[in-house]
């Protein structure tokens, strides 16, 4: 049955990448004049947006899915946690293709002085990277050679990424903040749940240890 | 008003050969080809002269972009870069040129330092 699912979760997750094609490549593929002019007035714009969008759209889903599982009882909902995370990666990839590519066309001297100089640049270039070492380490083999305790502390450079992800659209929007900081309310509220569970646990454990002593003196 | 009077700038009430519709700026447009494109403003229905420098809106919204005079230039250093661009049904960028292109406007600055005076 979890099968059943991946296979669709798998299919749906790649809806926003077809529909942002099927745009692009509109409704005559084979007419090369007419690319792009699906996506409006600013194709390039339309595909950065876009991808950028949906990159931080599976960050936030990813995150969910711990919160969601505790709250609705639906600890089955991790196994769809990696996939999830991995299509987060796999958007963020075509959104810094789409940059490279589409937008500075390889041009290396404007990249690199884009993110040197430009704040939105390097903070949007910081979540990508931090991505990167938690989509390498996805497998199962390299959770075993990491060790879970070692795995999951790496694998919450995921909350850095998705707070630079945030702070990245805040930077670039150029004058209505209102997008970017729903993103970021959202991103609050997942990340608030992690501090208050912590709390929860850390006084849990100290209220285990202050009754430790006295169980030992009277064994 | 150097900019105002000069030949390339236009008050426009129609468009290719009808007349302007709502959209492109009805009832009337200014089109100044040298400047981004916001400064070409819509829907004109009240010019007045001012003795001072007025601000503009694009201006207070966000200073590091968008100067007062906002001429197409590649080399000022903004935040969003504006060294190439992208033409309508192209695919590559190319590099923008300054004043749009428009060599011929150059003369009105000159003395002007354009990397402040942006």
Same mark, same amino acid.
């Given at each position: ?183 970021? &309310?959202?991103? &609050? ?31 | ?5 000069? !030949? ?23 089109? +100044? !080809? ?19 420098? *007025? ?7 966000? !200073? ?28 590559? *960028?190319? !590099? ?8 011929? +406007? ?13």
């Amino acid at each position: 049955m979890i099968r059943i699912i991946k296979v669709v979760v798998f299919i749906v997750c790649l809806v926003p990448l077809g529909l942002l094609a099927w745009r692009f490549f509109g409704a005559h593929p084979s007419d090369m004049t007419n690319w792009g002019a699906g996506l409006g007035a600013n194709p390039v714009e339309a595909l950065e947006h876009g991808t950028g969008d949906w990159t931080l759209r599976f960050l936030l889903i990813t995150l969910a899915i711990t919160p969601l599982r505790k709250l609705l009882r639906m600890p089955a909902l991790i196994k769809f946690r990696r996939m999830l995370g991995l299509f987060a990666f796999f958007y963020g990839c075509l959104h810094f293709t789409t940059y490279l590519w589409v937008d500075k066309f390889f041009n290396v001297h404007e990249i690199l002085a884009d993110i040197v100089k430009r704040k939105y640049i390097t903070v949007g270039f910081l979540a990508f990277v931090l991505l990167v070492p938690l989509a390498v380490t996805s497998t199962a083999g390299w959770i075993r050679r990491l060790g879970g305790k070692r795995w999951q502390a790496l694998h919450r450079l995921i909350y850095f990424s998705a707070i630079a992800g945030v702070i990245h659209y805040v930077w670039l929007v150029k004058a209505d903040i209102h997008k970017p900081l729903e993103y970021g &309310a959202i991103l &609050a509220a997942l990340l608030a749940y992690r501090v208050i569970m912590w709390q929860r646990r850390s006084s849990a454990a100290r209220s285990s240890l202050a009754t430790l002593p006295r169980k030992i003196a009277i064994g | 008003m150097d900019e105002a009077m000069h !030949p390339l700038t236009l008050l426009c009430f129609g468009m290719y050969g009808g007349s302007l519709a709502n959209q492109d700026g009805a009832p009337l447009r200014l089109i +100044v !080809p040298w400047k981004y494109g916001f400064k070409s403003a819509k829907a004109i229905v009240k010019i007045s002269f001012t003795d001072k420098q *007025p601000n503009t809106t694009w201006n207070e919204a966000n !200073p590091h972009d968008f100067g007062f005079y906002s001429n197409v230039n590649p080399n000022v250093d903004r935040y969003h870069s504006q060294a190439h661009e992208h033409r309508l049904g192209e695919f590559r *960028p190319r !590099p923008t040129l300054m004043f749009n292109g428009y060599d011929q +406007v150059a003369g009105m600055y000159s003395g002007m330092d354009l990397a402040k005076n942006y």
